[in-house]
T-cell receptor
Framework: AQSVTQLGSHVSVSEGALVLLRCNYS??????LFWYVQYPNQGLQLLLK??????LVKGINGFEAEFKKSETSFHLTKPSAHMSDAAEYFC???????????FGQGTRLTINP | EPEVTQTPSHQVTQMGQEVILRCVPI?????FYWYRQILGQKVEFLVS????????KSEIFDDQFSVERPDGSNFTLKIRSTKLEDSAMYFC????????????FGSGTRLTVV
């Protein structure tokens, strides 16, 4: 069965610093990978996704993630954090052609002034 | 930008009562989903719905749960006899293709069973 592990339930960075949120997955076949963001009192918003092709994918709000098959990872990065990036971030995986997403436990990102 | 709308945003119900959570998916989407998130835990898949029938469901989605698309716009989740452990945030989502392309989620209904 698929599973997703997000290392660190809470990450805190200073404004302007690099953001790195870690995600590792276990899957028997190459999955499709997603990052979602949840702002307070809002739904889950798709940040970016990897399906096929280029392993470095760019998303909204300056975020990007790289699929590394050898490391079974899909870490999310942003070069320079903004206060508005404070939110909960979820990594998710699905099998090709599947209906459901399997989510990680989420990482709460805090930005310090 | 099109949105998935969920009502109510917060519902409190007594244990044993029936509750219906409502969702209006994006109008041209064909796939509909319910997920839930118990406080402090992962977002968990409940059920997917396509072509007016359940296409996949999790072990959580037992006989106490049902889904329905009563008309062309609404998608509902019914819990027949609520339990304390049903307290969670319930998210509706829709997509125009399979999960591979990402869903659009609603903002959720927080269900509190007392």
């Amino acid at each position: 069965a698929q599973s997703v592990t997000q290392l660190g339930s809470h990450v805190s960075v200073s404004e302007g610093a690099l953001v790195l949120l870690r995600c590792n997955y276990s899957s028997s076949v190459p999955p499709y990978l997603f990052w979602y963001v949840q702002y307070p009192n809002q739904g889950l918003q798709l940040l970016l996704k990897y399906t096929t092709g280029a392993t470095l994918v760019k998303g909204i709000n300056g975020f990007e993630a790289e699929f590394k098959k050898s490391e079974t990872s899909f870490h999310l990065t942003k070069p320079s954090a903004h206060m508005s990036d404070a939110a909960e971030y979820f990594c998710a995986v699905s099998d090709q052609g599947a209906q459901k997403l399997v989510f990680g436990q989420g990482t709460r990102l805090t930005i310090n002034p | 930008e099109p949105e998935v709308t969920q009502t109510p945003s917060h519902q409190v119900t007594q244990m044993g009562q029936e509750v219906i959570l409502r969702c209006v998916p994006i109008s041209n989407h064909l796939y509909f989903y319910w997920y839930r998130q118990i406080l402090g835990q992962k977002v968990e898949f409940l059920v997917s719905f396509y072509n007016n029938e359940i296409s996949e469901k999790s072990e959580i989605f037992d006989d106490q749960f049902s889904v329905e698309r009563p008309d062309g716009s609404n998608f509902t989740l019914k819990i027949r006899s609520t339990k304390l452990e049903d307290s969670a945030m319930y998210f509706c989502a829709s997509s125009d293709r399979t999960a591979n392309y990402g869903y659009t989620f609603g903002s959720g209904t927080r269900l509190t069973v007392v």
